[in-house]
Every structure is written in C-alpha cells, then in structure tokens.
C-alpha cells in the first residue's frame, strides 16, 4: 500500500506542478474542483483511519514529541487541537461501523466526520440518522442535527446537568488583534444568547434603516456592532431610544420550539425537539420557566404541526404584579427571606395548555431557589395557605428552615 500511495501522491504533484489554470475551460476547472474534494475526501479518511495506530506506536516519542497529538500537529501542519481532535475522532470509529464503512467509499469530509463522531459516540443509534443527514444537509444542517442528539437526555436531571455545566463554564472575554481591533468572545447558555441576539437585531435593525434613510451603506454586522455598543452603553438608537417615548429597552423576542410529548414528559429524547432556532437546543425546563427581561413565544409541536402558541415570560399585567410584589415582598420558600433580585415564578401554570396568568398561579422567589425549582427538581407548593418546599426524589441537598405561612 505504501508504495502504491506514494506513486499516487507523485503523481498528484507532478500535475500541479504543470497546472495552468487559465488552460482550461471554465467548466473543466468545475470538474477538477469536484475531483479534488473527493481526493481530499479519501485522503482525510486515509489519516482518520490511520491516526489512532500511529497513536499507539513510539514514533512521535522517538521523534522528541511530548506526545502523540503533537506529533500529529506538526505532521499535519495543523495546530494542536485540530490534531487532538483527529486522533479522538479515529478512537470513536472503534464503535462506529457504518461511518467507517462511509469514510472508506470517500462519502463523508473531515468536518462531516468529526461532528458524526463526536455524537454517535455517546449515542451509536443515532448513527446511521446522523449519516443521512449528512447526505441530506448541508454542514449546518448536520451539526444543528447533532447538537439535538448530544442534548437528548434519558432525564430532566441530565438534561438540567448539561445547561448546567455550560451556564457554569460562562465568561466574556476580550484582547486586542496585532492591528490594534478589540476582539470579543463569549460563552452564554442558549436561552441567554436568544436574549442577547434578539435584542441586538432590534437595535441594528434601527441603525440599518436610520443609515438607509441617510443614503449609508454598510455591512449587516458592521450595524451589528455598533448596536452591541450601544446597547452596553445606554445609547441606542432603537425602540429606546431618546426620541422614542419609551423609557426602557427594547423588549426582545424569543422563540422556542418544542415537542408536545418531550413537554409533557420534561425532557427530550433522541428525535425530539427543544431549541431556539437559530442557536441551538434548551432544556425543556428553560421552556417552563419564565425568561427575564424578555417575552418568549413557545411554539409547541406534535409531529409536523404546530399545536399551540403560548406566550409567556413577562405577561403578568401591571396590576397582577403590584398585588404579587405586596402580598410576596420576601422570598416564599420557607426560611428564606431574600428580599433583592426576586423573580416570578408560575408555579400551578401548566404550559402545555397555556394557562392564563393569574395571582393566584404566582409566587416571587429568589434566583436561588427558582434555580432549584427548574433545574433540579425541587417543588415549591401552595397547600391550604401554607407554602410547602419539597424536596426532589432521594432527598433534600439542604434544610430549608421552618414553614411559611402565607396570609395574604
């Protein structure tokens, strides 16, 4: 095989050496386009293939490198974590026989390949659905499939766990390009990235039809950008803007879709929906739970169809909350008498049949506890006057002092 290859890869250079593209017809470089992707196709596979028993031997060792994905790095001419990647992905084809068997007729890309990978492997089932959408879809596509896959849950715990874990590894941060641009990165969990995507676009949407108006042209992002300044600073030219009339923000749109059965149940599982479109999957308990400082729009699914539209998050009219802030001026899970940052919490709404908001269906807790309610399973009940605090199944985490008698 050595031998045969390396003949193919002299000769491969032999015609590149001598290509001369303005020799050809427009529709012939179309062709030897097609034709290189599917070499480059088969010699991704080649590697993937091979990488994890190049991994096993002492060559990098003997060859002075700290270890195999270093070895693998500096062969490829790619960086570390690239490298590290290809020698997981060629470990996870251990379990996956039908992408392996895709890889080796040259049918899937290096990319197409490490997303398949990186969620079969926690799933082998969903493989042979993940191949077909990457036949069906574009790249896109495939990785809006798998991140469903990764994020279907056996358990609203799991589930919780997983927006968890992302909600705790959250962070902004920023540093200064070699020309001397601000350059910014974040991490948000999805429903937090909705919020702050939906209130930008309404903001650059002004800013673009402002400049169009003036006879400005410019990019979408570059209004982008000047939106997320300008909202960080208090300057926006949008809804909220001086000449509005209106003395807050900009209330942001969020849409999520959901699966009437996985609502029902309080998680996904494998085929089943829970996203924002656009961004990504949520747990089915950000879907419950009211969004702050947004109103949220849950298109609720049953198949193909779209069954019921509810609309939730900051619908507690005017009146309702002047009632709710009087008669629950203190957390009401008992022993806790946080008074700052309260926030509603529905605690009889069934979404799924898209109650009405009313007084009596609402309490005011603090982030604390309205974290516990929805992502770890903790009840919060009105019983005959007297809020209840009930623990999830196996017990409670901690004591919640003595009961709270509500006697409004």
Not at 35 to 58: N, P
Not at 104 to 130: C, F, M, N, T, Y
Not at 258 to 270: P, Q, Y
Not at 321 to 339: F, I, M, N, W
Request: hydrophobic residues 40%; aromatic residues 4%.
């Amino acid at each position: 095989m050595l031998a045969t290859l390396e003949r193919s890869r002299r000769e491969v250079a032999r015609q590149l050496a001598e290509a001369d593209p303005d020799r050809v017809t427009t529709g012939q470089a179309a062709e030897l386009v097609a034709l290189f992707a599917e070499i480059e196709r088969l010699a991704a596979a080649g590697k993937v293939l091979y990488a994890g028993r190049a991994a096993q031997g002492v060559t990098w060792r003997d060859e002075g490198h700290r270890s195999a994905a270093s070895w693998m790095a500096e062969t490829t001419r790619t960086g570390l974590g690239e490298a590290m990647a290809t020698i997981e992905t060629a470990e996870a084809l251990q379990s996956l026989p039908e992408t392996t068997e895709a890889l080796r007729r040259g049918e899937l890309s290096g990319s197409q390949l490490k997303v398949i990978a990186g969620a079969a492997v926690g799933d082998p089932s969903s493989e042979h659905a993940l191949l077909e959408a990457a036949a069906a879809h574009s790249l896109k596509g495939l990785k809006e499939r798998a991140a469903q896959v990764r994020c279907a849950a056996s358990s609203a715990a799991q589930e919780n766990a997983r927006y968890l874990a992302i909600k705790k590894a959250r962070y902004v941060r920023h540093w200064a390009d070699p020309d001397g641009a601000f350059r910014l990165d974040a991490k948000l969990t999805p429903d937090a990235g909705a919020k702050l995507i939906s209130a930008l676009q309404i903001e650059a949407d002004a800013r673009f039809n402002a400049a169009r108006k003036a006879g400005d042209h410019e990019p979408p992002a570059a209004y982008c950008a000047d939106a997320l300044v300008a909202l960080v600073s208090g300057e926006p030219a949008g809804a909220a803007g001086k000449g509005s009339g209106h003395g807050g923000p900009s209330r942001a749109t969020v849409v999520i879709r959901v699966d009437a059965t996985a609502l029902k149940r309080g998680h996904t599982k494998t085929g089943e929906t829970c996203d924002i479109p656009g961004v990504g999957p949520v747990p089915v308990a950000a879907v419950k739970r009211q969004l702050p400082d947004a109103f949220v729009k849950i298109l609720v699914h049953d198949g193909v169809d779209v069954t019921t539209v509810c609309h939730v998050g900051r619908t507690v009219t005017a009146h309702v909350q002047s009632a709710l802030e009087g008669r629950d001026p203190v957390c009401v899970v008992p022993g806790c008498d946080t008074a700052q940052g309260l926030e509603n919490h529905h605690w009889d709404v069934r979404y799924e049949t898209c109650k009405s908001t009313s007084l009596a269906g609402l309490a005011r807790v603090c982030s604390w506890h309205h974290n516990l309610i929805t992502y770890e399973g903790w009840v919060l009940r009105d019983e005959a006057g007297s809020w209840e605090w009930r623990p999830p199944p196996g017990g409670a985490k901690f004591e919640t002092g003595t009961p709270f008698r509500d006697t409004s």
